[in-house]
């Protein structure tokens, strides 16, 4: 069956420093990648996305990769501050055009004063 | 002027009532979505709709049934609760159009308890 999965649950850095969070998806005819950060205690939080006509896209502090030979993504946050502590997920549209997102089951990001 | 809302944020109650929980949107956004995280915090769709017309209906119990009265608005009723209903149930947004994918928007959840 589709799985997306992640490489690491927890994943923790220095303030300052750069973080990498990793996703792996196992469809390779998934056209849409996208990334939500999550609080506790609220909603995912959209973040990034990415069609799979692109390898790179970049925002304001974050840039996603898709590598999509190896079925990769990731999720590169630019010098971490204690508010990116959170859950991250991955998600991707299984190849459906119904909108249904398939999702990660999350890494957790601790920022580390 | 919150994007998604839900109510009730909290909702506990005992093993066989019968619940509901209500979304709007104000995106202007022609579909929603309902999904269940558990204590995992696994995410997974469980309905969609689009300008009312049910597409997404993933393998749930039919004691859960969403009703969508107009495109802004998709609440989820749920029948004789059990006690592995207990979740985080969120309701999400977007605009679909022409299958070109857009972000769906998440509302803060709605955390069911079973007694």
């Known amino acids: 069956g589709e799985s997306v999965g992640l490489h690491l649950p927890t994943l923790s850095v220095q303030e300052g420093d750069n973080s990498i969070i990793n996703c792996a998806y196992s469809n390779s005819a998934s056209d849409y990648f996208i990334w939500y950060k999550q609080e506790s205690g609220k909603g995912p939080q959209f973040i990034i996305d990415?069609?799979?006509?692109?390898d790179k896209r970049q925002g304001q502090r974050v840039t996603v990769l898709l590598n999509k030979t190896v079925k990769h993504l990731s999720l590169q946050i630019a010098a971490t501050q204690p508010g990116d502590s959170a859950v991250y997920f991955c998600?991707?549209?299984?190849?459906?055009?119904?909108?249904?997102?398939?999702f990660g089951q999350g890494t957790t990001l601790q920022v580390k004063p | 002027d919150t994007a998604v809302s839900q109510t009730p944020k909290y909702l506990v109650t005992q093993m066989g009532n019968d619940k509901s929980i209500k979304c709007e949107q104000n995106l202007g956004h022609d579909t929603m979505y309902w999904y269940k995280q558990d204590s995992k915090k696994f995410l997974k769709i469980m309905f969609s709709?689009?300008?009312?017309?049910?597409?997404i209906n993933e393998t749930v119990p039919n004691r859960f049934s969403p009703k969508s009265p107009d495109k802004a608005h998709l609440n989820l009723h749920i029948n004789s609760l059990e006690l592995g209903d207990s979740a985080v149930y969120f309701c999400?947004?977007?605009?679909?159009?022409?299958?070109?994918?857009?972000?769906?928007?998440f509302g803060d959840g709605t955390r069911l308890s079973i007694l």
């Open positions: 990415i069609r799979s006509n692109m």
């Open positions: 709709y689009n300008n009312k017309e049910l597409i």
């Open positions: 998600a991707d549209d299984g190849s459906s055009n119904t909108g249904k997102l398939i």
């Open positions: 999400a947004s977007s605009q679909e159009g022409q299958g070109v994918h857009q972000p769906q928007h």
